[in-house]
């Protein structure tokens, strides 16, 4: 069983989820690690990550896991290595590819029958599980979003701002697995809101549909 948390960069699905799913005692998915890992290993092995057919390949071949935080391909931990810009670029594009997100989803689905779990990403309550009994979609203001990511990172907010306008659109624009909000889920601006304002806000939902 999974709670589905989607939506763009910098809305703070990642630290949602990671605190709700501590807070429930469920396992937490971070469902973008897994297209990072695979741009990660097309940079790594001279593969084109706009080249359906060679990004394809890269992620039918690596064996991606998660074990205590860390993220692992094929047993090495590149935790850190994913977060390079350079991957966070290559992400985006072999995340368009039909191929790689069916690798990608087939493991996800593999991964949350396994128990319970507060998945993140951009697909989870559309794709990987329409029938998640609790899907919210969590959005805030591009200005915001950037500011954030720039925080992190020790970036300029500005330059970030339009590398994220640019992947924003490949992610609500591609064919397969579209950054959309579900029919279903509960959508949360979280410009304003502290981190804690919106775990609560989705942990009380869990709670009134009885998944606690
Ligand atoms: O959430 P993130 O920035 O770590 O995601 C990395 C890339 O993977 C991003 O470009 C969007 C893509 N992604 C996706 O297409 N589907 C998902 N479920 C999660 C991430």
Known sequence: MVIAIDGPAGAGKSSVARKLAARLGFTYLDSGAM??????????????????GEATSTAESIGISFED???LIDGV????EIRSPEVTEAASKVAVHPGVREAMVIEQRRMIATG??????????????????????????PEVRAERRAEETGGDPREILVAQLERDRRDTEREHGALKTADDAVE?????LGLDRVVDRVAALAAKRGLV
């Open 188 to 192: 949360i601006d979280t410009s304003d």
């Open 77 to 80: 931990d590149v935790s850190e």
């Open 35 to 52: 297209y990072r890992c695979v741009a990660l290993t097309c940079l790594e092995w001279g593969a084109d990550p706009e080249q359906s």
């Open 69 to 71: 935080g860390d993220v």
């Open 116 to 141: 319970r779990y507060v998945a993140e990403g951009r697909d989870i309550g559309t794709v990987v599980s329409p029938d998640s009994p609790l899907k919210v979609f969590l959005t805030a203001r």
